[in-house]
């Protein structure tokens, strides 16, 4: 009972703040929006009959649901995405180290776009950056799990190490991209790869939303295994867990998470390694809770990064991967000391 009312507890709590910084996001910038004027335009749209004033402003209406809201949605998206993607590949791979760009998904999904980009295709319209994104992503995630599995086994340190040979040839070839790109996409591309949701739309959010519901449903309904994965793979296999499939379908899972969200957004280093680790440290292992808390979780670190990167400074919007990295880098030294010292060194 408890645990239920703790659980209930930090979803519910997750839901408001969320809200709150959501509503904070809309109305903060260059004009500012009252919280009750933002209320009363969501109210208004969804032809509810509350006395709520609209916003004041003559270009309130448009501030708001041409620029704020996409940027808000798209924020939500890609932090859930994120951190959705990164509870899961702890949970897989059993190590609090795990994280989507750590060992390159993000990068190779990176490639994908940039070649995208540079060549201008529009084969499936506004679905091409994010389905190239995926493609490769869920490629270069193939590649480093196989290539460090040795007799049946999934060797972490050697996950990780690949992971960072992979992201420097993904970054190699990105900035081949770049350097053959005209102009116009190269420019592009250079603020792309900082992370940004300067320019959000509402067909870019459109295009990630079905790919964020998809992988965070599918992950929901991998909870109960990943469980019985934590046990090991031998006591998995013993409950009925087939561990192979289970890590192949969580690896097409985040290649479709993490696809979607870096194609509109750039690189965002660092949410899938904070969060879950955080939302582990309060709600503790099961999947059940931590999978949606570090979704709501993700969503909120993101929508804040975002608004400090557009705030912080006057007329000036920052790259959001670069506020992230500033609050990621220390934490993940701090875990890889911690996980060192428990584990007793890596030899």
Do not use: Y
Not at 327 to 344: E, H, K, N, Y
């Amino acid at each position: 009972m408890i645990h239920k009312l703790r659980s209930a507890g930090l979803l519910t709590g997750l839901v408001i703040a969320l809200f709150v910084i959501a509503i904070a996001a809309a109305g903060i910038g260059q004009l500012e929006i009252p919280p009750t004027e933002i209320v009363g335009s969501i109210l208004h749209r969804l032809q509810l009959p509350f006395d709520v004033p609209l916003p004041s402003h003559p270009q309130g209406e448009n501030a708001l649901w041409k620029v704020r809201f996409p940027r808000v949605a798209l924020a939500a998206l890609v932090g859930a995405s994120l951190a959705g993607a990164g509870a899961l590949m702890q949970g897989i791979f059993g190590n609090p180290l795990a994280e989507p760009s750590v060992i390159g998904v993000s990068s190779g999904a990176a490639v994908g776009a940039s070649l995208v980009i540079v060549t201008g295709t529009v084969v499936l319209g506004s679905w091409t950056i994010a389905v190239a994104a995926f493609v490769t992503g869920l490629l270069t995630t193939l590649l480093v799990h196989s290539l460090s599995r040795s007799g049946n086994r999934t060797e972490v340190v050697t996950l990780v190490l690949t992971g960072i040979a992979v992201n420097s040839l993904a970054f190699t070839l990105i900035s081949f991209a770049t350097f053959i790109a005209d102009t116009n996409a190269r420019e592009q591309l250079v603020f792309w790869q900082l992370g940004s949701l300067n320019g959000a739309t509402w067909q870019a959010v459109s295009a990630v939303a079905p790919f964020t519901a998809a992988g965070l449903l599918a992950s929901f309904a991998l909870a109960r295994r990943l469980d019985l994965l934590a046990l090991g793979d031998r006591s998995a296999s013993h409950l009925g867990v087939d561990v192979e499939r289970l890590r192949l379908v969580a690896i097409v899972v985040v290649a479709l998470l993490v696809g979607a969200s870096v194609a509109f957004s750039g690189i965002i280093g660092f949410v899938g390694l904070v969060v879950p680790h955080l939302i582990r440290m309060i709600a503790g292992p099961a999947h059940r809770l931590l999978l949606p808390a570090s979704a709501l979780g993700g969503a909120v670190l993101v929508i804040s990064a975002d608004l400090l990167a557009r705030t912080l400074i006057k007329n000036a919007d920052l790259p959001i991967g670069m506020i992230t990295s500033l609050v990621g880098a220390p934490f993940f030294f701090w875990l890889l000391r911690r996980t060192r010292t428990r584990q007793g060194g890596w030899g």
